[in-house]
């Protein structure tokens, strides 16, 4: 329904909570709204828009968007072909995007329940006029018409006439009315499947009773929640009534987290056990949903002219056909499966030998376990050891460092206008250069508080966007991160989480460094499978002890993270790393399997999950359980899960081949800058990846692009070989 706006990736961060990425959006001069806060002091509203000084400002905030597209789509409607028409609809864009964003962000992170139930409701307003805009035909035929006539004077201008008119036929404007109307109808249903998918999971998050007390592990008590029941019996510390035992236990709700933490902790394998069957069976509502959102899906694909839904979803992308993702997955499924095969046999050995049985088998429930227990063995790492050299306020030098090294750019602390910032903690911060000036804005929102989104993401409130041949709309992000703990200094991150932050950092330089002169390309508006590749190439910052040694430094004595520690981490990350890739391939197989062509015998989900499972792991699957039901991503991704795995080949060659033998240095900062970063969306992705790193990042297959796996795969080879010397 937002082609206009396309709001791509959700972020793809399969280990943890799944994080958004939302996409970006800019503003204009004409515009009431300004694009910067005042510096001098003057009151404004939220992120700087005037209307937001108060929640009921929400309102006229969507009003007056509402009106200025409407001049815009008159202006349109008037309009010769011309390379204008591109940029009138890239204005309406920046115009809705202000408000869709704006209410985005504060949905997610405003303390004040006010301002959150008017950006709900401005959210509402502003996606019912985004439908009308993306059904209007007087734009798609000035679109078309654009594109066609030649007189758009850029490279850039084109592909946005090209990309305009492909969504809005993504929307089925180009259908016959009574198609078009099953398309509206069809997408509301998937709209709302989406939402019952997610409701059901909070909901029903499962639970399990475990009696007594002793067979839950100390250290994950305070997860869960105390109870008791009366039996008969005679053993001691009785306090019910005669002849019947007051009885301590805990039930274990088994949301994600704390199944998570049941099953890497329980050394009880039957309450490992009971804890995994129940948290992969439920919700059980979402067995229908998942059907119904399959249906629904395939036959809005079909109406659309497309085999499938993972067709219709993959087309535009770099893979451009299902055929060429499922290639791709299957062979890194085969070049995986020796080495994950091997790693479940060390996992079922170590199993065996601490259970003295010979016979014993591995289960799914006893991964977790196991592979933690091997892991503290070989490396001896203590979580609040490392911790003690990430305090946050050092992770965020470290950023600091990164921008100065690699772009020759700093970080200021800008103060907020009144009225600018929407919760005491936000930090503010300008990307300033010494000869180009300000380059964009960041707000910094990292602790976690009631009532705020739960994961970690980069939302955009602007997009960057050429105004005239002199100005240009900066860009402005909100890094939102969920760090335990309030704005205390001695905040300590575990080394996971400066992972996702660096992480979600590569998100917010795509757009805070983009400089493309449509905002319909800004940072991280590009194809799914492309637009996770900056953030996991930072991700390599986070681990890398060059870059490390800048800024870990110990939280009391200001001692440098030691070598030997990041290489024990380093160790401790990479074994059974096959593993946890043939999940990752397994994830996306059932993904791209169930949205794919619909088998004429309708399978139901659990056996295709079971089937996927069988062939393409080295686990067995657990009757009676459906992973799939509470797997949140296949409602988000819809066979857009690969791109993940896309982003790790591609992250791993430009570490390889641009980043690794300097990584700080201002040679590989001004190629990752020049050849990637400040592009967004505006070329085409395989031009730029050839251009950083020459060729062989990306191969040609069936006429779609798979990436290179060499440098991804030789990661784990070498990870391999050093496990062979520990283990055999
Ligand atoms: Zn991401």
Not at 161 to 170: G, P, S, T, V
Not at 589 to 615: H, M, N, Y
Request: proline fraction near 4%; aromatic fraction near 10%.
């Amino acid at each position: 329904m937002s082609t206009l706006i396309r709001r791509a990736a959700e972020k793809l961060r399969p280990k943890y909570v799944p994080k958004l990425c939302n996409l970006d959006l800019p503003k204009t001069r004409q515009f009431s709204t300004r694009a910067v806060p005042p510096l001098d002091g003057a009151s404004t509203g939220l992120y700087g828009f005037d209307h937001l000084k108060t929640p009921k400002g929400f309102q006229r905030f969507v009003d007056e968007a509402i009106e200025r597209s409407g001049e815009l789509v008159n202006r349109i409607s008037m309009m010769p072909s011309s390379a204008e028409i591109i940029q009138a609809m890239d204005e309406i864009s920046d115009t809705v995007c202000s408000v869709v964003d704006s209410a985005e962000l504060c949905r997610h992170t405003h303390p004040d329940r006010e301002f959150v139930e008017e950006a709900n409701m401005a959210s509402m307003r502003i996606n019912e006029y985004l439908h009308y805009l993306n059904t209007n035909h007087t734009l798609y035929a000035a679109v078309k018409r654009a594109e066609k006539d030649g007189h758009l004077l850029t490279k850039e201008a084109h592909r946005a006439a090209h990309n305009l008119r492909i969504d809005f036929e993504k929307g089925g404007i180009h259908l016959p009315s009574e198609k078009l109307d099953r398309v509206n109808q069809l997408s509301m249903n998937i709209f709302q499947l989406s939402r019952q998918f997610g409701e059901n999971i909070s909901t029903d998050p499962g639970h399990v009773d475990i009696y007594p007390v002793s067979r839950i592990p100390k250290q994950i008590h305070h997860l869960l929640t105390p109870i008791h029941r009366f039996t008969s019996g005679t053993s001691g510390g009785s306090t019910g009534s005669w002849g019947n035992m007051k009885e301590k236990g805990f039930r274990i709700i088994t949301e994600p987290r704390t199944l998570v933490s049941v099953l890497h902790c329980a050394a009880d394998e039957e309450v490992r056990k009971m804890a995994y069957i129940q948290g992969n069976s439920v919700p059980r509502a979402n067995l229908k949903v998942l059907d119904e959102l399959i249906a629904a899906r395939h036959e809005l694909a079909q109406i659309m002219g497309y085999r499938s839904y993972a067709e219709f979803t993959v087309k535009q992308n770099l893979a451009s056909s299902p055929e060429v993702v499922m290639s791709f997955l299957c062979e890194m499924s085969e070049m995986i499966r020796p080495k994950a095969d091997q790693e479940f046999e060390t996992i079922r050995n170590f199993k065996r030998e601490k259970c003295g049985q010979i016979c014993i088998d591995l289960e799914p429930w006893d991964e977790a376990y196991y592979t933690g227990m091997m892991k503290s063995c070989d490396h001896n790492l203590d979580s609040s050891i490392v911790a003690s050299y990430f305090p946050l306020r050092q992770c965020i030098e470290g950023l600091k460092v990164l921008v100065k090294s690699l772009f020759g750019a700093t970080f200021h602390n800008v103060p907020m206008a009144p009225g600018e910032s929407w919760h005491p903690e936000v930090l503010k911060m300008s990307l300033h250069h010494p000869e180009e000036g300000d380059l964009g804005y960041l707000y910094l929102d990292l602790y976690s508080r009631k009532g705020k989104y739960p994961g970690c993401a980069n939302f955009a409130i602007k997009g960057g966007r050429r105004i005239s041949e002199t100005e240009y709309q900066l860009p402005v992000v909100a890094l939102v991160c969920n760090f335990p703990g309030s704005n205390s200094s001695n905040l300590r991150l575990n080394h996971w989480e400066v992972e996702t932050l660096f992480h979600e950092f590569g998100h917010a330089l795509h757009s805070l460094l983009s400089r493309t002169d449509f905002q319909h390309f800004s940072g991280t508006r590009v194809v799914l499978d492309f637009a996770e590749t900056p953030s996991n190439l930072f991700e390599y910052y986070a681990w890398d002890y060059r870059v490390l040694r800048t800024f870990a430094k110990h939280y009391s004595t200001g001692e440098i993270i030691p070598e030997e520690l990041v290489k024990s981490m380093q160790g401790a990350r990479d074994m059974f790393a096959a593993t946890e890739l043939q999940r990752q391939v397994f994830y996306a197989l059932v993904d791209q399997t169930l949205f794919g062509e619909q088998q004429a015998s309708c399978r139901d989900t659990s056996s295709i999950v079971a089937d996927l499972k069988t062939q393409y792991t080295s686990w067995k699957h657990v009757e009676s359980t459906h992973w799939q039901i509470r797997f949140s991503h296949l409602v988000n991704y819809g066979a857009g899960y690969y791109s993940y795995l896309y982003a790790r080949c591609f992250a791993a060659t430009i570490w390889k081949k641009l980043c690794q033998e300097d990584p700080l240095s201002s040679s590989t900062g001004t190629c990752l800058r020049t050849k990637l970063l400040q592009h967004g969306g505006a070329k085409e992705p395989s031009e730029m990846l050839n251009d950083l790193v020459g060729e062989g990042i990306v191969r040609y297959c069936n006429s779609g692009i798979v990436p290179d796996m060499t440098a991804f795969t030789d990661e784990l080879s070498l990870v391999e070989d050093q496990r062979l010397q520990l283990r055999l």
